[in-house]
C-alpha cells in the first residue's frame, strides 16, 4: 500500500476518493493496531478472534475511517505544505469540484456515521468478548481525541498538559 502511496505521488496522481480510501484504510495502520492489541491478553484472543479481526470487520472498518478521516481533516494542509501524497481532502474536492469546507463536511458526516456503525456493533450479541472490541473501540477513542480540534497525534505537545493531568492526577473509579 505505501508503495501505491509513493507511486501516486511520484506521479502527481490525485486518486479518486474511492481508490484513496482503500488504500488508505490499509496504510494507515488501524487494522494492524487493533490486531496487536489483541496480543498478550490471553485465553481471551483465540485463534479464532484473531481470524475474525482479520476480515476486517465492520467496527474496525468503522475505527479505521473515524482515525483516517480525522487525521486527514486536521491535517492535510500541513501534509501538503511538506509534500505529501494527496488526502482524502484533495481527492474529494478534486473529483466532486467543491471547496475544502464542502469536503470536511461530508468527512465530519462519515465520521459520524462511523461512530453509529461502531456503536451498532458494540451493541450486538456478537461471539467475541466485549474486552476484545474494547480495544478497536478505545482505539478510535484516543485518534478521536488527537484529532479532534488540531492534528496533536504529531504535535504531541498540544496534548501534553492534559495527559500530564491525567498522570498527575487520575480521575476517580
Same mark, same amino acid.
Given at each position: 500500500?505505501? *508503495? %501505491?502511496?509513493?507511486?501516486? *505521488?511520484?506521479?502527481?496522481?490525485? #486518486?479518486?476518493?474511492?481508490?484513496?480510501?482503500?488504500?488508505?484504510?490499509?496504510?494507515?495502520?488501524?487494522?494492524?493496531?487493533?490486531?496487536? @492489541?489483541?496480543? $498478550?491478553? $490471553?485465553?481471551?484472543?483465540?485463534?479464532?478472534?484473531?481470524?475474525? +479481526?482479520? !476480515?476486517?470487520?465492520?467496527?474496525?472498518?468503522?475505527?479505521?475511517?473515524?482515525?483516517?478521516?480525522?487525521?486527514? +481533516? %486536521?491535517? /492535510?494542509?500541513?501534509?501538503?505544505?511538506?509534500? /505529501?501524497?494527496?488526502?482524502?481532502?484533495? @481527492?474529494?474536492?478534486?473529483?466532486?469540484?467543491?471547496?475544502?469546507?464542502?469536503?470536511?463536511?461530508?468527512?465530519?458526516?462519515?465520521?459520524?456515521?462511523?461512530?453509529?456503525?461502531?456503536?451498532?456493533?458494540?451493541?450486538? #450479541?456478537?461471539?467475541?468478548?466485549?474486552?476484545?472490541?474494547?480495544?478497536?473501540?478505545?482505539?478510535?477513542?484516543?485518534?478521536?481525541?488527537?484529532?479532534?480540534?488540531?492534528?496533536?497525534?504529531?504535535?504531541?505537545?498540544?496534548?501534553?498538559?492534559? +495527559?500530564? !493531568?491525567?498522570?498527575?492526577? #487520575?480521575? #476517580?473509579?
Amino acid at each position: 500500500m505505501y *508503495f %501505491v502511496e509513493a507511486k501516486w *505521488f511520484s506521479e502527481g496522481y490525485v #486518486p479518486t476518493i474511492e481508490e484513496y480510501m482503500e488504500v488508505a484504510l490499509l496504510s494507515a495502520g488501524y487494522l494492524m493496531l487493533a490486531t496487536t @492489541c489483541f496480543v $498478550g491478553m $490471553g485465553d481471551v484472543a483465540t485463534k479464532e478472534s484473531f481470524e475474525w +479481526i482479520s !476480515s476486517n470487520p465492520k467496527i474496525v472498518r468503522a475505527s479505521g475511517v473515524i482515525g483516517r478521516l480525522m487525521d486527514d +481533516i %486536521v491535517s /492535510h494542509k500541513f501534509e501538503q505544505s511538506r509534500g /505529501h501524497v494527496a488526502s482524502a481532502i484533495e @481527492c474529494y474536492t478534486k473529483q466532486h469540484g467543491v471547496s475544502e469546507e464542502d469536503a470536511v463536511n461530508v468527512f465530519r458526516k462519515e465520521v459520524e456515521n462511523a461512530w453509529k456503525d461502531m456503536n451498532q456493533e458494540l451493541l450486538k #450479541p456478537t461471539a467475541f468478548p466485549m474486552p476484545l472490541m474494547e480495544r478497536v473501540l478505545n482505539l478510535a477513542r484516543v485518534i478521536d481525541y488527537l484529532h479532534k480540534d488540531s492534528d496533536s497525534y504529531t504535535n504531541a505537545y498540544l496534548v501534553k498538559d492534559q +495527559i500530564a !493531568s491525567l498522570l498527575r492526577d #487520575p480521575l #476517580p473509579l
